[in-house]
């Protein structure tokens, strides 16, 4: 039988070992809660880096398969012309003068339809030797341009074939052919020399450098 003094110094040890206990467990508590913490801050950073990666695939993706190309071809009888990324000839409208002026709408865009760019896309890429390229905001969209001249197809052309080169509809359709820009600069450099021995000459010639669609 236990004594009074053993009884009454019973509680005593029975606490203490009461209360280390509380505190391994409180330390253990404290380390499950800070490896939940660091297992849930891996699993953001996880989510949110595969939500980065995903995102940047998309926009590769979209950019790689929808993406405007402007290139050069030779084409017989027109020599080197500008084609879209079908191998289609591009043309330019001589009424066409961007931003107010759009003669070709409605009907007109469907025999003669825009080259625009794609969703996503913020310029057309040029191909090799290809120079002048631009944008401007047109009826349709985002349009490009060839040295501020918007660009488009004519429903009738197929890859090396130029059908629609002189058409009167809603202006003049011309191909859009490297030999005429160079030839327009030519004129222009010519136009700009002569002009130095008069004043008068000068203002004229350099207004509006010489193209064949004017």
């Not at 084609?83 to 003669?103: C, E, I, S």
């Not at 469907?110 to 080259?115: E, F, I, K, S």
């Not at 890859?159 to 359709?173: M, R, S, Y």
């Not at 191909?175 to 002569?194: L, Y």
Request: hydrophobic share 40%.
């Amino acid at each position: 039988m236990r004594t009074s003094a053993e009884i009454a110094a019973g509680p005593g040890p029975a606490r203490a070992g009461s209360g280390g206990l509380t505190r391994r467990q409180g330390a253990l508590g404290r380390l499950a809660a800070g490896a939940g913490a660091s297992l849930l801050a891996l699993s953001v950073l996880g989510a949110a880096g595969g939500t980065a990666f995903a995102a940047q695939k998309h926009a590769k993706v979209v950019h790689a398969k929808d993406q405007v190309v402007v290139d050069m071809a030779s084409v017989s009888k027109y020599g080197k012309v500008l084609v879209d990324q079908n191998g289609l000839a591009l043309y330019v409208d001589t009424a066409n003068k961007p931003p107010k002026d759009w003669p070709c709408k409605g009907a007109c865009l469907t025999v003669w339809p825009p080259l625009l760019l794609s969703k996503g896309q913020s310029k057309p890429v040029a191909g090799k030797g290809v120079t002048g390229l631009g944008v401007v905001k047109g009826p349709s969209g985002e349009q490009v341009t060839w040295h501020g001249k918007p660009l488009y197809s004519f429903v009738r052309d197929s890859k090396g074939k130029v059908l629609g080169e002189g058409i009167v509809q809603d202006g003049t359709w011309k191909v859009a052919q490297i030999a005429a820009i160079a030839s327009g600069t030519a004129k222009t450099k010519t136009s700009t020399a002569k002009t130095k021995t008069s004043t008068a000459k000068t203002k004229t010639s350099t207004t509006k450098p010489a193209s064949h669609w004017a």
